[in-house]
Structure formats: structure tokens, C-alpha cells
């Protein structure tokens, strides 16, 4: 157990400081358990800020799970409010995609981080919740396992003791690319769970092609894409030339995206993968699968003689030995070679989650 005194936390490196939260690395001198400690002010003046700082802290307070980032603690000090989590020593996949996999994660890799996914989405819609920002940035690794992460845009069907058959309301304007067009509807028919499958599937083409969906893209022609159904597609060899332009060039050609262009013209990804991202991505949610039943997909069968510490291994040259912190967002974005930090992996695996 961490305990709610500041004296009890050697704060070891700051990774990053904002008006609303700041990001810290820490040391537990309690129990010398390595930590991440999120710092937010009571001061800001943001009222819906808080709000969903509270919401997610009471929201995850409810949760056990090992692929769930736990709260370990959190306090009021002054002015501030400090949340502990357990540190996770590979960060964020959206740092990873741009520190390591700059063109994708392996498929094997991609397989072993959905299974943790799925199976954290399994126990958050079995208690009748909807985590509604699955995403790269959310999902951190450490040596073992994926969790996921940042809770602000859940939702409870339960209200005043009842359950609702559907939710209303929509994400963080930061989130759409990832939201479910049942989402962006925001129509009386709501939506349910199926919209965390949604989420699924625009990750798995995140993951794989290391391009951010709708990249670039006004909001008003996303939402028209996804009413449609125009959705993004895994890129291999197989779809590769949904990349060129109607005189079948590269646009914007130079040699980062001829390179770019060359890797995904000559890979190939499974079948099995392209009809799981098919599957998740349906417009019509009442046929997406469900968390339990995805699990249950061939996709899944490569995992079974793979580990993800495996496959971090095989990149670990490519890690960079000093800690990166993603200043763009809330989460924390940890590279640590297996070299330089084994010992603080060693740790996170052991920890209880």
C-alpha cells in the first residue's frame, strides 16, 4: 500500500509540467516500489476538468483487473491532488509507434496487446461500463502486459440504480478519430458497448499501418467517412494502392514516404487480422462481436507460442536507453531498454496488480 504522505515518495524525474497535471517519476521509500505520480491542481479553473478527473478516479476505484492500470493511491495535499499508478516501463503504443515501430507493430506483437485489451474490455463491460477513448495513447506495456489506461471518458449504464439500455453523450474532441459513428450520431438511440469495438478496430489500423486514423482530417468529413462506412483499411500488399492518387502516384512523394510506401507494398499481413479489424468496424454495431467473442477469433492463435516482453526484446536496440516522455498528453510515454531498466521491469512484472 502507498501511503498519503509526500515524505514517503522520492520524486526521481519530472516528465511533464502542465497548468491542469504534471507527471512525475517516483520512489516509493516505504516499500521502494517504482511509481508514476500525476499531480493536478485544484486551482485551475476548469470545472469540467475536475469533473472528469473525480469521475475516473471513483471509476477505477471499482476496477480490479491486471490489465487495467491501477490507482494505487491518491491524496489531497494543499492545493493538489496526487494520483499513483504502477510505473509501466515501455510507455504508451503511441509512443512506441513513434520512437520504435515507426511503420507498424508487428502483427504478433499487435495480437499479444489485444488479447490484454479485450480482456480488460471484457471485465469494464461486464460491470456495465464503456471506457470510450480505446486508443494507441491509452494502452501502455510494460515487460508482461498491456493495460489500459485513462478512464476520463467512461460511462456507467447504471444511473440511480437502474441499468440503461443505451448511453448518450460524446468524447473529448481529441478522441473522435477513434469514436464509433453510433457516437458521433448523437441521436436518441445512443450507444452501447459495442462502440469500445468499434475504438478496437481504428486502433488495430493504428497500430499496424503507425499512422493516427483521420490524420489531418476535418471532423465533418470523418463523421460523413464513418456514416458511410469508408473506414481505414490494415495497409499491406494486398491494400496498398488505396495509398496513391488517381494518376496512381505517391502524394507528397519523398524518400520518407517512398520508403513508407516500399514496407507496406511489400508486406503482408494475415487474413485472420484483416477480417478482425473487419469485424470491429462494421457500421452497423449490432454485428460487431462483442469483447468475449473477439477473444475467440483465429487472429488470436499466433499468441499462443509469443510473449510480448518476446518481441520487445527483439527491438531492443532500437529503444533508446534514456526515459521519453510524450508531452502532448496526460499519460506517461516511458522507453526504457531491457538493458538500461531490467530491474525496474523485473519489478512491474512481480507487482500485484
Not at 507498424?104 to 480488460?120: M, N, Q, R, S
Not at 471485465?123 to 470510450?132: A, L, Q
Not at 507528397?252 to 484483416?274: G, K, M, P, W
Not at 469485424?279 to 467473442?293: G, P, Q
Request: with cysteine.
Amino acid at each position: 500500500m502507498c501511503s498519503n504522505s509526500l515524505t514517503d515518495y522520492e520524486f526521481t524525474k519530472a516528465f511533464k509540467h502542465g497548468k491542469f497535471c504534471s507527471v512525475y517519476k517516483a520512489n516509493c521509500t516505504v516499500n521502494n516500489r517504482v511509481i508514476v505520480v500525476k499531480k493536478y491542481s485544484l486551482e485551475v479553473d476548469d470545472d469540467a476538468e475536475l469533473k472528469r478527473l473525480f469521475a475516473e478516479i471513483q471509476c477505477c476505484r471499482q476496477f480490479n483487473h491486471p490489465n487495467i492500470n491501477k490507482i494505487l493511491n491518491s491524496f489531497i495535499v494543499d492545493s493538489d491532488v496526487y494520483v499513483l499508478h504502477p510505473y509501466m516501463c515501455f510507455g504508451t503504443c503511441e509512443l512506441l509507434l513513434k520512437t520504435t515501430f515507426c511503420n507498424g507493430f508487428p502483427e504478433t506483437l499487435i495480437a499479444l496487446i489485444f488479447k490484454d485489451v479485450l480482456a480488460a474490455l471484457l471485465y469494464i463491460h461486464s460491470n456495465d461500463f464503456v471506457h470510450g477513448s480505446v486508443r494507441a495513447l491509452h494502452i501502455l506495456l510494460d515487460g508482461n502486459k498491456a493495460v489500459l489506461s485513462n478512464f476520463h471518458e467512461s460511462r456507467s449504464f447504471i444511473k440511480h440504480g437502474k441499468k440503461k439500455p443505451v448511453l448518450h453523450g460524446i468524447s473529448h474532441e481529441k478522441h473522435l478519430n477513434w469514436a464509433a459513428p453510433e457516437v458521433l450520431d448523437q441521436n436518441i438511440h445512443g450507444y452501447t458497448e459495442k462502440s469500445d469495438i468499434y475504438s478496437v478496430g481504428i486502433t488495430a489500423c493504428e497500430l499496424a499501418n503507425g499512422i493516427q486514423p483521420y490524420f489531418e482530417t476535418q471532423p465533418t468529413l470523418m463523421y460523413t467517412e464513418k456514416i458511410r462506412g469508408n473506414v481505414p483499411s490494415l495497409l499491406d500488399r494486398s491494400t496498398y494502392t488505396m495509398l496513391l492518387d488517381d494518376q496512381g502516384k505517391i502524394p507528397f512523394e519523398n524518400a520518407t514516404t517512398r520508403r513508407t510506401y516500399d514496407i507496406y507494398s511489400q508486406r503482408v499481413l494475415s487474413d485472420d487480422f484483416h477480417q478482425f479489424v473487419e469485424i470491429c468496424l462494421n457500421r452497423n454495431a449490432e454485428n460487431r462481436w462483442s469483447a468475449k467473442k473477439l477473444m475467440t477469433h483465429a487472429f488470436f492463435k499466433q499468441c499462443r507460442h509469443a510473449s510480448i516482453t518476446d518481441y520487445i526484446k527483439k527491438c531492443r536496440s532500437e529503444l533508446d536507453t534514456n526515459s521519453i516522455m510524450d508531452d502532448n498528453d496526460d499519460d506517461v510515454g516511458i522507453i526504457a531498454s531491457l538493458d538500461g531498466h531490467a530491474q525496474e521491469c523485473r519489478e512491474d512484472i512481480e507487482w500485484s496488480f
